[in-house]
């Protein structure tokens, strides 16, 4: 039974873009978005929930992620791995997780939008039944390893640990990385887990979109007969935006084991969609859109300092990071880069900054790209639900490309904002670069792996080094 129905986005007028789809909402609470498409022989299924590493507690970090593994493990309905009758139909499948969403999806033939239904409302009401501690034990390892091969063992795989911790206060959500600690995950118990569960992976935190070449009406009877019955949990709390301005300036030096020299300047940003979101964005094509960007031409092309050099705004629901990264080149050093980086930005926000030209490429290349991203059922379906989560309404397309409707004067007041306030400069060397004066001083951020080697012979964990 429907508890409430919407229909939005038949075709926008000229100039508008959209994407045609109904919405409703079960009584337990699911959000349903149907967006058809006749034109392509596949449908998408693709379910979000409403949690990612924000949620998790202290002590108790890479539980979403975790859950990201376990949802594959086979539930009531299906106990046997998730992969396999989906395999056996042609599908493709996966799932994945960030600070603020973990979702899972598969790209079926249309015929088989049943069997995608079925098995995804099987792992949304009946996991709990057939999650052991065996399968618990088997995904924390998999996990732990999967830790090991992306964070600890590539060079600047921690980078970004030490960025998050460093950047945002004790506390907030965004402190911790998506993968969470060895420890945490050593010590989850069975009865963690299932808490956890219980609190997120509810009907009335989720929502589903199904795309593609499907009959509504159908797909309407299935989701009832699949989804309905699972039970509405307790009602989750509401995220507001979170800005957390540093107090005042960090820099961290740390020594690996890294073939060169990199940096990162990062600071605190607006939220996504927030004020000022949209303008750092056009910022960046003005400093690394490709070898024309300002960063590029001065660090590579005209003193030859840096190998390659980038600028980037992580936009995220509570709050955003707006960040710099550029290599060394050989014979140089991570503190002549962030000095010129320096000049750079003066110039860009002060006396030379952004042309109208600038802007209105950057507008142009934005634009382009959300026609690319609503080119495939899978792009549509995964902007529906990220406006759905972000603004409450799944059709956010028009406003969103009106943000980028800037100017140069408003771009640069908007990245001032950002830009003029305290941030964290993150140096990582070479383990043989190590040869600071006070490399002794426990207190000195310049030498933080030099004092941690000398005192355990190793390099710190990300919880030990802070």
């Known amino acids: 039974m429907l508890l409430a129905l919407a229909l939005a986005g038949s075709m926008a007028t000229a100039g508008e873009l959209s994407i045609e789809y109904e919405a409703y909402e079960l009584e337990n609470g699911l959000d349903v978005i149907l967006a058809p498409d006749l034109s392509t022989p596949i449908v998408h299924v693709n379910v979000w929930y409403h949690v990612g590493s924000r949620n998790e507690e202290k002590g108790l970090t890479g539980f979403a992620h975790l859950f990201e593994h376990l949802m594959f493990q086979g539930s009531e309905g299906q106990p046997g791995e998730y992969f396999a009758p989906l395999d056996a139909v042609g599908a493709s ?27 995804e409302s099987d792992r949304m009401g009946y996991l709990l039944p057939v999650l052991t501690q065996d399968k618990l034990d088997n995904q924390r390892e998999v996990v732990k390893n999967e830790r090991r091969q992306r964070y600890e063992n590539p060079p600047f795989g921690d980078a970004w640990v030490h960025l998050t911790a460093n950047l945002w206060p004790e506390g907030h959500p965004y402190q911790h990385t998506t993968i969470g600690s060895h420890e945490d995950l050593e010590n989850a118990s069975l009865d963690d887990v299932t808490d956890f569960f219980q609190t997120w992976y509810v009907p009335n935190n989720a929502a589903l979109v199904v795309a593609g070449n499907f009959d509504k009406e159908v797909a309407k009877a299935k989701i009832e007969e699949y989804f309905a019955g699972i039970p509405r949990g307790e009602d989750v709390p509401h995220w507001e935006p979170a800005p957390a301005p540093l107090a005042s300036d960090v820099e961290i030096r740390l020594f690996q084991d890294v073939p060169e020299q990199r940096v990162w300047i990062a600071w605190p940003s607006p939220a996504i969609y927030e004020p000022g979101d949209a303008e750092l964005d056009l910022l960046n094509a003005t400093l690394a859109g490709g070898k024309d960007g300002r960063l590029y031409q001065e660090l590579v092309q005209k003193r030859g300092i840096a190998k390659r050099v980038t600028a980037y705004q992580v936009s995220s629901m509570l709050a955003s990071t707006y960040v710099i990264e550029a290599t060394a080149a050989e014979g140089h050093t991570t503190d002549e880069l962030v000095q010129v980086i320096d000049e750079v930005m003066k110039d860009t926000l002060s006396a030379n900054p952004p042309t109208v030209e600038d802007i209105a490429a950057a507008q142009a290349n934005y634009e382009a790209g959300f026609y690319g991203r609503i080119s495939t059922i899978s792009g549509k379906a995964n902007l529906l639900q990220f406006y759905h989560l972000v603004k409450g309404e799944a059709d956010w397309i028009t406003e969103d490309i009106a943000r980028y409707d800037s100017t140069p004067e408003k771009v640069v007041a908007e990245s001032k ?5 305290p941030r964290v400069v993150m140096h990582i060397w070479p383990d043989d670069s190590a040869k600071s004066d006070n490399s ?4 000195s951020a310049s030498s933080t792996y030099t004092f941690w080697q000398k005192l355990f012979g190793k390099k710190p964990t990300a919880e030990e080094g802070q």
């Open 93 to 119: 499948l996966n799932g994945t997780t960030n600070t603020d969403r973990t979702n899972y999806f598969e790209t079926v033939p249309a015929e088989f939008l049943p069997l995608a239904l079925f098995l």
């Open 417 to 421: 904002i950002v830009l003029d306030q």
């Open 440 to 443: 002794d001083d426990p207190n």
